[in-house]
């Protein structure tokens, strides 16, 4: 297969792009003698760039809004309550949870994305979502990658058992460590969620990604114990904060004194406008806190920043259909990145930032060599994505067409 006449980011001119198996075998400037064969694509001059990663979403929680009841107050711990009450009441159902899932990772993919990383609660005796999750993980291998996080979202020690459900889910099969040390019961017992978070990944050899922080509170700084734990282990790289809500209030002088911990650790971020703009700030006069964290300081940094859902109509939050550029327009307007400097490189927060938390950053990319893994979009540069919000015309996922469109067109009557 070739994808023809395609603009890539970085390149001038016009490319051909072959494929053989799951990798790009070759690059060459278009018009260089390559015959278009059938099954071939004509990007027209249209930007190519690597499928998009969603670092951050709860597929096991997808569709649920409502069941048992909705969240009057649109608050955090109003869902958190409500998902408590659903599992108390024995509507986790494994059928239909796989099935939700399954739908929400369709509508991901079909807004190009080929890559997820779905947290998944297990704090749950049965591990009822879990089980559902890992099947959807084999069955959706064809055309996307699953990474799930063994999810305490109950705690690991608020929630009895907590720990050994996250040792359990880590021996059944899931791939990386999470956690959310700001719901534990007290600062003690939240450092010492994080530490024991820290020896099971190294004991599996797992990368971690943890709910950091997401609460309005100055006081929350469990940030700074993930960069102490990740310099002190010697993990940079490896280490995922969820959320960093808290970061948005910390004062000048804190950080002053926490970015540098943040770039000597290597921390990547995630970073889910749509969802915290929906659940922080709430219970504030005017003028009220945006309630998420200061995505520009942790980009000129140079850490890996990605967007992500988060939610897919759920009792944290009731839109969502995994259109992340969607997201992205959100996090550029919200951090203040409406200037060349991040929209000509806006791209970056969907591809080779989140390609860096997974750990697929050697693999990933329009490159010689790498995972034939791409999208064709319906514009030109990236801020015209941003911009225009356009449609996915071509995804490829390793080597294998999942989707094709044909370009819109509008007749004028006038």
Known sequence: ?????????????????????????????????????????DAEGRLVCPQFLENHVHLDYANTAGVPRVNDSGTLFEAIEIWGERKAQGLQNRDQILANAREAARSLASHGVGYIRSHVDVTDPELTAFDALLELREEIKPWCHLELIAFPQNGVYAYPGGDKLMRTAMERGADVVGGIPHLEPTREDGVRSVQYLFDLAEEFGARLDIHCDEIDDEQSRFVEVMAAETTKRGMQGRVTVAHAVAMGYYNPGYMAKLLPKLKEAGLGFVINPKENLQLQGRGFGQPVPRGVAPIRDLDDLGLPVAFGQDSMVDPWYPLGDGDLVDVLDVALHVGHMLTPAYLDRALDFLTLHPATNFGLADRYGIEEGRLASLLVLDAADDTAVVRTHPDVLLSVHEGREVLRRVPAQTTWAL
């Open 1 to 41: 297969m070739q994808v023809t006449n395609a603009r890539i980011r970085g390149r001038d001119g016009l490319w051909t792009i072959g494929i053989e198996g799951d990798t790009i075998a070759s690059l060459t400037p278009a018009g260089d003698g390559a015959q278009a064969s059938q099954g071939d694509f």
